[in-house]
């Protein structure tokens, strides 16, 4: 097999080589280790590369057997595997144990090759470190792919992996898709255990899963890595993701809430990003479904400090075990924004993330009336498509806890709120804008409808809505 062939296809393409033997797992394996190399090269993406791939289930029927991936640097791992979390706070420690999350993974049969570049402690909308660099954009390497799972959006888009494991807290999925041209899914509170080590992360506001090259292959993810098990906080049944069901969805009847200008705080929506959003509510509008415009209310509700002061806690939290483990200085150790960060999430005290719990119940309760009615939702993914490398930079930035997380919202106003409401949100490529640069629509639905979001995105892709081109081929 030829990198250019491998490079050609999906997850599920590529398992149905090896399934029918075109193709063995050992080509399959070769050609991601020289495409990740390409792909570190002109990147940035990856923070290791591993000698011996990690091999998943050796069932030949396991729905994605020999499949490479790459694992975000934080969140689910396998036992003894380094995981940093991109700071230099974190080199050199070892996960400790192995996450349900990582065992379904092994059991769907993937192929891990290594380890992908993330945000320090995954707290920025972009992928720039002093630990390890600045992550690029495949589309334009002057450019971020996002944050925090940058260096997955990079690697699947350049092509050197199908799919990748990601989590997102408030938006790290669904913005680096919509700056990198991929399918992007923060799935319905509590559809993915946070098992063995955590209930939930963020209060709720986090989960986890991957970001894939198409729908198909994201639906086959979801149905291998759903489910909750005894003592989740949340039991969302798992139900069976009827693949074909999903690739036919028909939009018509529908009833649909269309918002293109965002109701938090940041950047001023783009009118290319404006303008994508658009284009599917008007294709949805031609197919059948009921559109009209949305608003969402939550003036007076001091959410974006609520949400500083839970990140800010999490991150405390984890600094001082990172702290325990390695007997380093987080204020050496930590880039300057991340220990303003960490210093405001120290001091915090009990009552403080129990006020900030108060106005979450406020700022959903009033997200929930505005949007009740509808069976989806769809807004621009991000307010601007990809920034410039340097446009937000953690090692200078003096502004402190509330105004970081101000900044770090600012490119991506639209993502946050489904962190909080638990619902599923999909992110879906919808093209170019005027410098080549991707842009994504993001398709909402109800709590546990995870499907009906995909089956919108599966609607877009069988509708030549989505982007139909790689990234051009640098030098």
């Keep these: 097999m030829k990198i250019s062939e491998y490079k050609r296809h999906d997850a599920t393409g590529l398992a149905a080589l090896i399934r029918e033997g075109q193709v063995t797992t050992a080509e399959v394996t070769d050609c991601a280790r020289d495409a990740l190399s390409e792909a570190q090269d002109a990147l940035n993406c990856l923070v290791e590369l591993y000698d011996a791939p ?16 790459v694992y975000k640097d934080a969140g ?18 070892p996960a400790t144990g192995e996450t349900l999350f990582a065992t379904r993974l092994k059991a769907l049969g993937v192929t891990n090759m290594g380890r992908a570049t993330t945000s320090e402690l995954t707290y920025a909308t972009v992928t720039e470190t002093s630990a390890y ?27 050197a992996v199908p799919l990748a494991q990601a989590t997102d807290g408030g938006g790290s999925i669904r913005v680096p898709a919509a700056w990198t041209g991929l399918v992007g899914l923060k799935p319905t509170r509590g559809r993915v255990s946070w098992a063995p080590g955590a209930g939930h992360v963020l209060m709720g506001m986090a989960e986890q899963f991957g970001l894939c090259r198409s729908v198909r292959d994201a639906v086959a993810l979801l149905k291998a890595v759903q489910g909750p098990v005894p003592g989740d906080p949340y039991a969302v049944p798992a139900p069976s993701l009827d693949a074909d069901a999903i690739m036919r969805t028909d939009p018509s009847g529908l009833k649909i ?64 075990q990172v702290v325990a483990a390695t007997g380093r200085d987080p204020e050496t150790h930590l880039d300057r924004a991340l220990f303003d960060v960490y ?10 993330i129990f006020k900030a719990q108060v106005v979450f119940n406020a700022f959903v309760r009033a997200v929930s009336a505005a949007t009740a009615d509808y069976d989806l939702l769809v807004t621009p993914a991000t307010a601007v498509p990809a920034p410039p490398i340097g446009s937000l930079d953690a090692t200078t930035f003096d502004g402190g806890a509330y105004a970081w997380t101000r900044a770090v919202f600012a490119p991506a ?8 409401t638990g619902e599923p949100a999909l992110s879906m490529p919808t093209g170019l804008n005027a410098e080549g640069l991707p842009l994504g629509v993001q398709i909402v639905a109800p709590q546990g409808q995870d499907e009906r979001a995909l089956g919108i995105g599966a609607w877009m892709e069988d509708g030549s809505m989505t982007l139909d081109t790689a990234p051009p081929e640098r030098a």
């Design 54 to 69: 990690r091999t998943g289930s050796d069932a030949k029927d396991a729905p994605f057997h020999g499949v490479p991936i």
């Design 76 to 93: 689910a791992h396998e036992d003894g595997v380094l995981q940093e979390v991109g700071s230099r706070l974190g080199k050199g420690l």
């Design 133 to 159: 660099g600045a992550t690029r954009n495949p589309w334009n390497p002057d450019h971020s792919p996002g944050g925090s799972s940058g260096g997955s959006a990079a690697a699947v888009a350049a092509r």
């Design 257 to 320: 809430g269309y918002l293109p200008d965002s109701w938090m705080d940041g950047h001023a929506v783009d009118p290319e990003c404006r303008r994508a959003a658009k284009t599917v509510a008007d294709a949805l509008q031609e197919e059948g479904a009921h559109v009209e415009p949305a608003t969402i209310n939550v003036a007076g509700i001091p959410i974006v400090d609520a949400v500083t002061d839970v990140w800010c806690g999490q991150i405390a939290l984890i600094v001082d």
């Design 343 to 352: 210093r405001h999430g120290a001091s915090l005290s009990a009552a403080d």
């Design 413 to 420: 106003p639209f993502s946050a709120t489904f962190n909080l």
